[in-house]
């Protein structure tokens, strides 16, 4: 070999090796599907007129990205980043297993995995960690992870609105895998959950929301809309759940009602999974094979789902009086109203029905396998082509005065939720009334001393209160030394200082 | 009148004597009117000045010397301080040897006044004890001063001349200022009560 | 501490009204209260956070729900007046304050008050902090109001045991009540009348406000108002495991629902049926509004009849075993969180700790020194009457 030769190799091999450290370490390009050109399609296509537009729900109107990106590689904990990071950061975690609980008590923090080659970032709760990701901040993303054996759930809102929850793959992760509670405003798409012991994806006391393109199987419920209004539920693949989607009111939560709820072109197929629930869970009393159920839930919408192989009911509509495991709640009606079953193709269902279904077809003279079972009061419910399936309960309904549910594409705002703050304008009277005043009155002693004195002492000097209360010293003997209210903002020290000095009783 | 006159004497007499003095050099002209141990003299309407944080005493006699102090025409006695400090104090006067030596001196007893104690108590934590302290033994970290142990008399006038408009008004006069808008918040018939409360305070 | 510190610096600062002195009503609002249109009205920076449905409960940064406010400086001083007055029990023995004493946030410490005679009732005290936001009232969430509520108390035989007419004339033969009245309801024909007197106590209930805790430092932004312990602990408490934040929702740590827990009674007395008897509903055995935890550990024993002494008892019951304490033979619809957890120790001390982050006494009212009554504070000394009264006093 010429020495020519081998110095080449040894080029190539470094070159390699280089490169490799490159690709290990360099921050990842990540290019946003949300945004950005859409597809213009083929010329020919329109060439006869308007083509119609899409229906494929992106994306929601979120708070403009404005911070920096953050990265967090393995080794590292995602936590610490968070805790660093700012309204409008974007956090990029890096394929390794990461074992802790995230929370996001902040806005604008979107967190994203990176999938490198298919490694994507595993949060993995060892059958220990409670929750993988909790967050209560508004406009949250958290998409691309891996997330396995919580014991909660594997994603958790707790009143975040305008949030993304997309593209993560969840195994066993305990109670939920998807659960946004209490927010406004958001989608669940592209999401595979599987081996959840309640609901895979489970919208708990929300309002326009929607729920697309996951994939949801070995779970007790595949998609569990609870008293929530103006969702959608569309083109999921929902598959051998105990139930498959669910629209219930639950009796006993603050908030009371569900209705405006569209289940359509979802594929719910064999949804007959043991039902392995926790004692007492009021999914614990679904039982096996139900594809749909709807239970006190008002205006449900089902259209064009293709219903097959659930062998105790393609759709189950229920009031709270004939559901095992629910309580009572005088403020929440327990029947299932305007409920509206359109076309969907439906096939082998009800093979292997339960008891209680199998009586109430004898009341109706009817035997074989079920797609329809109305048990319950449910009033002002509609449905059309009813010939082509088998129902119990139904016959006596209308016919719905629509047909499709076409002209709604999607139940989000057209405008985000707003952001939580503090008008500037009254900034200094709500921290004034809200925090000094616990300890100054206007005149008086109270805790601290009077406000009157904090005018004369500051009379033409509100910068200088501003910076006192965010770093007090002890100046009297006989007072208790003033606890820092450095937690305020800048600005909001000033406007209360500068309120404080200007009020008059 | 003829106070002024005595006092102006007494002090001139003093002074041309050269007598010779442990404490600092012009504490015997101040000792004229506030005596020996800076007990004040409620006759002259001199007040106490023994155990007064020093920097009180400087900004004061700088506020005197300076015309901050002491300029008001409703105010004589406080002229004819005035005048005092111009004449026996120049920038050559070491003020914190001579406040030094009146803040070491103890603090004279003082005649307490009758007045109803509850309620005076009550205005007096409510409203000056913030920067005064709950006892009346002064603040320097809030520039206000001794109360305790001070002349009743003098004190009642000097919280009228804040009121009034007085004294508080010059726009160097910070603590001043401070005061005079205080003064402004204690209703006047309840003032003869907050001294007799200052009164009683050891 | 706090609160001794401020007492200590009340007693000594304050006047009492010396006696025989006329009474005279606040003309200005408690803290955090803006005066307008003379009424008081309630301001806090969780009014600019939205709430779902405005229910007002949710997550950190999460709205109000509706509230009780608007009341006059002096209704609400009246009521204060009231509150602190034993003229309103039968025989002079008990005020409200007996058995919601403010250094025990407003709760007593027994297990089941004390009633009149030394009567044990069946529950115990509930605090009455931020009950101005609160629909319902009673553990068995049989009152929709704060004035349906005070009836109860004021003439219940084994409470304070009082008739409207004996009440009444008591408080018209009084020497400074119609006064008082007259002060507080100066348009209308019949000042001193019972709607009134049930109007002003609610007006000072509505009065106590505890929303300025470290927690709330944390909810609204300042994340190092916690320490790691307490935030892990708030991490537990929120946690789908644990799911204590399902029924004890911020911001006002309830969600104002009847839940069947199954709690204990205390040893040797039978089952309290609770709810069920409200809503006539079987499905309600058993069940109890779900109480704000704000400053909860003020107002230990804990639980409707106070089976558990610790803060830490209460939190481990959780963790014990769905219906465990249910009475054999006893069909309880226990409610759906209640599930075994599996917390570690660890966790439970972790909640316990994050808990004492919820204290807040900041708004804590003056009380009377003296009452217009003539007579002498009971609160402190409800097991002893002859105790001289504390000295307190007003700005």
Known sequence: ?505 | MPRTLLCTSLLTLSVLAGTVLAEPAPYPACAACHGQNGQGNPDLNAPVLAGLDAGYLIRQLNYYRQGVRGDHEMDPHGQQMATLAKSLLNDQTDLQALAAYIQSLPVPAVQPVEGDLRRGNSYYQNNCGACHGGKGEGNAAFDAPRLAGQHPDYLKRQFLHFKQGIRGQHPKDKPGRRMAMMANTLPEETLDDVIAFISQQP | MKFLLRLLILSIVMPVEAAGQEFVLKDSCPPSFELRDSGCYLVSRYQFYDSLQNRGVGGTQTGLPEYRDGFSPQQIDLGRYLFFDPILSRDGSLSCASCHQPDKGFSDGQARSIGIDGQVTRRGAPSLWNVAFLKRLFWDARADSLEEQALGPLFAPDEMANTPLQLMQAMESSEHYPALFAQAYPQTAEPLSLENLTHALAAFQSSLVSLNSRYDRYALGHHQALSEEEIAGMNVYRSFVARCAECHTPPLFTNQQVAVIGSPEPEGLPLDVGAEKTFNAAKLKGGFKVPSLRNIVRTAPYMHSGRFDSLREAVEFYTKGRGHAVPDGVQMQIHWHIWEPQLTEQEIDDIVTFLDALTDESLMPSIPGRLPSGLAAVHDNSNNKHNPPREHSDE
């Open chain 1, 1 to 505: 070999m010429s020495k020519g030769k081998l110095l080449a190799l040894v080029l190539i091999v470094a070159a390699f090796f280089a490169g490799r450290y490159f690709f290990a370490t360099g921050p990842v390009q990540m290019t946003d599907s949300r945004g950005g050109a859409s597809y213009g399609g083929n010329q020919e296509a329109t060439a006869d007129g308007e083509r119609r537009s899409g229906s494929l729900v992106r994306g929601i109107h979120m708070a403009p990205m404005t911070g920096q990106v953050h990265e967090v590689r393995a080794g590292e904990k995602i936590m610490d980043t968070v805790k660093l990071a700012q309204s409008g950061d974007t956090i990029h975690v890096y394929p390794g297993t990461y074992s802790e609980t995230v929370y996001i008590d902040k806005d604008n923090i979107r967190l994203v995995g990176i999938i490198e080659e298919g490694q994507r970032a595993t949060l993995d709760g060892k059958g220990h960690l409670n929750d993988a990701i909790l967050y209560s901040g508004n406009d949250i993303v958290v998409e691309n992870f891996l997330i396995t054996k919580y014991k909660g759930n594997a994603i958790m809102g707790q009143a975040g609105n305008n949030f993304e929850i997309r593209n993560n793959i969840i195994v066993d992760t305990g109670v939920y895998g998807i659960f946004p509670q209490l927010g406004k405003n958001g989608i669940v798409t592209h999401n595979v959950i599987s081996g959840i012991e309640d609901a895979a994806i489970y919208v708990g006391m929300s309002d326009n929301i929607h729920v697309a393109h996951n994939h949801v199987f070995d779970s007790v419920a595949g998609i569990e809309i609870e008293n929530s209004r103006h969702a959608i539920v569309e083109n999921n693949f929902v598959t051998n759940n105990t139930g498959g989607i669910l629209a219930f009111i639950t009796p006993g939560l603050p908030v009371k009602t569900t209705y405006d709820v569209i289940i359509r072109n979802n594929f719910i197929v064999g949804n007959n999974h043991k039902n392995f629930a926790a004692p007492g869970s009021t999914v614990a009393g679904i039982p096996p094979g139900t594809g749909i159920l709807i239970m006190a839930a008002d205006e449900v919408v089902v259209e064009g789902n293709i219903i097959s192989d659930n062998k105790t009911a393609g759709i189950i509509i229920t009031d709270h009086n004939n559901a095992p495991n629910t309580t009572i709640d005088p403020e929440s009606d327990p029947a299932p109203d305007k409920v509206a079953i359109l076309d969907n193709l439906m096939s082998n269902n009800g093979y292997d029905s339960i008891d209680e279904v199998k009586a109430l077809m004898l009341t109706e003279f009817k035997t074989g396998k079920v797609d329809i079972v109305r048990v319950g009061v449910s009033r002002d419910s509609c449905i059309i082509n009813r010939h082509q399936y088998v129902t119990v309960g139904v016959d006596k309904w209308a016919e719905c005065g629509f047909t499709h549910t076409g002209d709604v594409l999607t139940y989000l705002l057209d405008e985000p939720v707003p952001p939580r703050e503090i008008d500037p304008a009254e900034a200094g009277k709500v921290a004034y009334l809200g925090i000094c005043a616990g300890c100054h009155t206007y005149t008086g002693r109270m805790i601290g001393p009077p406000v009157q004195v904090i005018q004369a002492l500051y009379m033409d000097d509100p910068q200088g209160l501003a910076d006192y209360i965010a770093n007090p010293v002890k100046k009297r003997d006989d007072y208790p030394q003033m606890p820092p209210q450095d937690y305020l903002d800048p600005a909001t020290r000033l406007a209360v200082a500068e309120y404080m000095l200007s009020v008059t009783k």
